[in-house]
């Protein structure tokens, strides 16, 4: 991870060497000196990553070479900060230099002791560890084991089967799945993060009585992250010959991989087989031993556990298979466990119960950590206070308490194994709080700020962050919170213990400092600060001169933090992210636009009415995130800010339907077609001042656009925006919304979409559906609201749409019968009809919809009955009526003569309800 610091420092030398004042005699080269040393040490600190956990000295020395990257490139920010002006040209020109070189001399002479002082240190933190000569001698050594620990993970090959909780079902769906009569090769992947009992249910599948006499031959490989192919493929040869008490053939410890597996795979031919590979990592270690095994159309299976999802679809997949993904304990059979082995069976007392509750909660259904823990409190005393002690210092307690210890190391196996890339960006989810839902974007756009993603060709550094959360989701490392309507993620989540133990990690790397209602213990140099409840403390002046980073999550507490950061703001000058999102915030404060090195800064759901003119200093924005505040417009200077790749500000109104103004977004400046590097721009205002179009037109050369949102059109303005939207090669998603709810949108000017466009939302009058839709492949959610359109056209339009998999016509339709003809909407997953006025029926022929999962119909008062052939939709999973006539609700009756229950009896979530005042009041058919 020290890496990512040398890495950024060594990007950002060249300014400084070729700055035009002059440094102070001999600075130059002390400053080339260290950049030297950083490069030479970059070969070495990959290696190192992944041996620190091993060895105390080598993480010792990876600290303190990240901790002199980071204290070099504050001391060269700073050099920019005092020195780094532009004085112009000519006379009067060298005489500001002049007088500038005076005035900053004192600085200089700062400058230089610092530089100085870290070049001494640099030399001997290599002197220390010997020029880094014995790197390669500490990985050989490093690949065996230095500190003993307990790894507990063979004792699930040893757990009876009456110890355990929750197993039937996952052990019966896996059997039958197992015993299916296909001749193929199949294999089957249970997938999940480390902890969930993966080997403890395999085993006892694999133990099973049927199981057993079902295949002829059998074989357990325990793969792990560092197996050796060849004494794995030994491992299977003793097992199968020794089974059915054959010698084993000469020379098998002397053999290469493709003998071993030529023995494997002559011996399993014609052979109706089960193998299990436990506790595989990744797809080269499948891809290594999967040729050994033959398909002899004998009925054959392989068992593959993994934490790793990706490999899990990848295995499954090639061989006709299926992944079982392992879900925590249910709250009742986790309560059974833990009582089971925190009270040897019998129930809580009731004075620990809640306490008992709180800590199990944390748990999250998660076995290993329920058994360790219990395991914990199984020993202590049954008093209130050490149980609340216990359950206020979780985290501590899985640091030091060697009960648990064999746990933490478990879970911790994960992070070890991840890529150097993901470790950093990993540590980082400690800055959120427990049980926070993590915002996608949010997310991408901070690792972004804090340049933890690299750049690489021919994908946008965003695109590069979303294969990290991918990384990271495949391992089972975070977990997919919610989806958006489109299928795409919208909020992760991270396992409390995981939380735990990561911000362990990353106070002990210094990576996030958190402010929280425990208090805080302060470091001397805090780099990146998390704001939980208070900023409490007397040293927080001290330690936040070398501050990069400001998040803030309390809006209880939000005056006196931001009090801090006025009277501190010439002490944050470093500062390159700002988050305040959501505290109490009214005003700009004037203390930000000094901090010239600020690339992201969030004011989201702030009180924030008006933006200064001063924004333009900050030359090195990225992201200014203005969402759900009250900003309506922008000075003229914003356009300075030509590193902008997100410009977001809107303001959605919450009214009742029908109302059509419910979103606000801003007036553009004339020229801002001039922040070309802008990939998301919402929302803006087509027409404000009489500008008559001038902002549509620079529109088209943002070139980089991945989304826009276009506010207030005119009928008149629909050839100016389809001569844009031409331009716009890289848009995905794209929302116009009519200055008028009578107003028509006209967008038949555009010959072609956009082929990346992926969502489209169409808020007014369309006497018809733009011509071009038809030929948006690519579209996955459609919406259309207030449209209008009095025939079946828009189904006409959508139907053969190959990734359509949301549709929502809200308002949209003025007709009174709407058909889905057989062979529509093949990938059609959700469908919303909404304040139809004047639908009086609905119906589905045979082969439409066949993938349809969410039907939900809304304040369609004409309707009196359930959509005709609704039973032929097989997959639907949740049926919505909300605001229905009574006449369609009551024919649901389960026990009413000549009712429509049979059509959604296969249904297996029928929601029914009102909304009031806002808020939704339903219940669920039963």
């Known amino acids: 991870m020290a890496e990512i610091a040398v890495s950024h420092l060594l990007a950002n030398f060249a300014p400084f060497l070729q700055e035009e004042v002059n440094l102070l005699t001999g600075v130059r080269d002390e400053i080339e000196y260290i950049r030297d040393e950083f490069e030479r040490m970059t070969a ?96 050989e050594q490093a690949s065996r084991p230095t500190v003993a620990w307990y790894d507990s993970r063979g004792d699930a090959l040893l757990l009876e089967e009456a110890e355990l909780v929750g197993i039937e079902k996952p052990k019966r769906e896996l059997t039958q799945f197992l015993l299916e009569e296909d001749p193929r090769l199949k294999v089957v992947s249970i997938a999940g993060m480390g902890g969930l009992g993966k080997t403890t249910l395999t085993k006892k599948v694999y133990d099973d009585t049927i199981v057993k006499k079902h295949f002829q031959n059998h074989a357990w490989i325990t793969v792990s992250e560092s197996f050796k192919i060849e004494k794995l493929l030994q491992s299977v040869i003793l097992q199968l010959f020794e089974e059915v008490k054959q010698p084993i053939p000469q020379g098998v410890e002397n053999m290469d991989t493709n003998s071993l597996k030529g023995i494997i795979k002559t011996f399993l031919q014609q052979k109706k087989y089960v193998l299990v590979l436990d506790d595989v990592w990744d797809i080269h270690a499948w891809q290594s031993v999967r040729y050994a095994f033959p398909n002899g159309n004998c009925g054959s299976r392989v068992i593959l556990t993994t934490r790793n999802i990706d490999l899990a679809s990848f295995s499954s997949r090639e061989y006709h298979g299926k992944v079982y993904n392992l879900t925590p304990l249910a709250p009742e059979d986790s309560w059974t466990l833990f009582c089971r082995k925190t009270f040897q069976g019998n129930s809580s007392p009731p004075y620990l119960e809640g306490l008992s509750r709180d800590i199990l909660r944390r748990c999250e259904g998660l076995p290993l950590a329920i058994v360790a823990i219990s395991g914990l409190l199984s020993t202590k005393e049954k008093n209130v206070e050490e149980w609340e002690r ?24 994960s992070f070890f194994d991840l890529p150097w890339n993901l470790k950093l960006c990993f540590l980082y989810l400690s800055i959120f709080p427990e049980d926070y839902s993590i915002d996608h974007w949010r997310l991408i756009r901070l690792w972004v700020a804090e340049r933890f993603v690299e750049a690489k060709d021919g994908m946008t550094i965003e695109e590069v962050a979303q294969s990290y959360l991918n990384g990271l989701i495949s391992r089972s490392l975070i977990q997919v919170a919610e989806r958006r309507n489109d299928r795409r993620i919208k909020t992760y989540r991270i396992h409390d213990l995981w939380r735990e133990i990561i911000v362990s990690m990353s106070r002990e790397q210094n990576i996030v400092t958190l402010s929280s209602e425990c208090g805080t213990v302060w470091i001397k140099k805090v780099r990146r600060l998390s704001v939980h409840q208070n900023l409490e403390g007397e040293q927080e002046s001290s330690c936040f001169t070398h501050l990069r980073s400001l998040i803030v999550f309390s809006s209880i507490d939000s005056f006196s933090i931001l009090s801090k950061v006025a009277l501190l703001g010439d002490d944050l000058r470093l500062l390159t992210l700002l988050d305040l999102e959501g505290t109490q915030l009214e005003t700009f404060p004037n203390e930000v636009v000094k901090l010239c090195h600020l690339r992201h800064l969030s004011l989201r759901r702030t009180n924030l009415k008006t933006i200064p003119k001063s924004i333009g200093n900050l030359r090195n924005l990225e992201t200014l995130d203005l969402k759900h505040t009250h900003v309506i417009e922008f000075p003229d200077e914003i356009l300075k800010l030509q590193r902008l790749r997100h410009l977001l500000s809107y303001r959605y109104h919450m009214l009742d339907w029908p109302f059509f103004q419910d979103q606000t977004g801003f007036k553009a400046p004339m020229g801002i077609g001039s922040l070309s590097s802008l990939q998301k721009l919402c929302s803006i205002e087509a027409n404000h001042d009489n500008n008559n179009g001038i902002v549509l037109k620079e529109v088209g050369k943002l070139t980089q ?107 949209a339709y003025d007709g009174e019968e709407l058909c889905f003809k057989a062979g529509a909407f093949q990938n059609l997953e959700t469908l919303w009809l909404c304040l139809l006025q004047e639908l009086i029926w609905v119906r589905v022929e045979v082969g439409s919809m066949p993938h349809l999962k969410k039907l939900s119909l809304e304040k369609c008062k004409l309707m009196a009955d359930l959509p005709s052939g609704i039973e032929h939709l097989t997959n639907l999973e949740m049926l919505h009526l909300a605001d229905m006539p009574y006449s369609l609700i009551s024919r649901l009756n389960r026990g009413l003569p000549g009712g429509d229950y049979w059509k959604v009896s296969h249904i297996p979530h029928v929601e029914i309800g009102v909304w009031k005042d806002g808020n939704w009041e339903g219940s669920f058919l039963s």
């Open 44 to 139: 070495f600190l990959r290696v190192a990553d992944a041996m620190e956990e091993r060895d105390p000295e080598l993480k010792v020395w990876v600290k303190q070479v990240r901790e002199s990257a980071y204290d070099i490139a504050d001391a060269l920010d700073l050099y920019m900060l005092r020195l780094g002006h532009h004085h112009g040209n000519g006379v009067c020109g060298f005489l500001r230099k002049v007088s500038c070189y005076i005035k900053t001399i004192k600085a200089r002479h700062q400058i230089a002791f610092e530089v100085k002082r870290i070049k001494s240190r640099l030399i001997n933190i290599s002197n220390g560890h010997q020029r880094y000569a014995d790197i390669h001698r500490r990985q």
């Open 390 to 413: 216990i359950s206020r210092s979780l985290g501590a307690e899985l640091e030091e308490n060697e009960k648990l210890t064999s746990m933490s190391k478990i879970l911790s196996l």
């Open 705 to 811: 656009l991945r989304r826009v949102q276009i506010l207030k059109l005119r009928r008149e303005d629909g050839k100016v925006l389809c001569s844009s939207l031409e331009k716009l090669k890289n848009l995905r998603s794209l929302l116009v919304r009519a200055i008028q709810v009578d107003e028509i949108i006209n967008l038949d000017s555009l010959s072609s979409p956009p082929q990346c466009l992926r969502t489209l939302y169409l808020v007014g009058h369309l006497q018809r559906l733009p011509r071009w839709i038809p030929s948006a492949f690519n579209l996955v959610r459609v919406c259309l609201v207030y449209s209008k359109l009095r025939d079946a056209e828009p189904l006409r339009s959508l139907h053969d749409l190959p990734n359509l998999t949301h549709l929502e016509i809200f308002t």
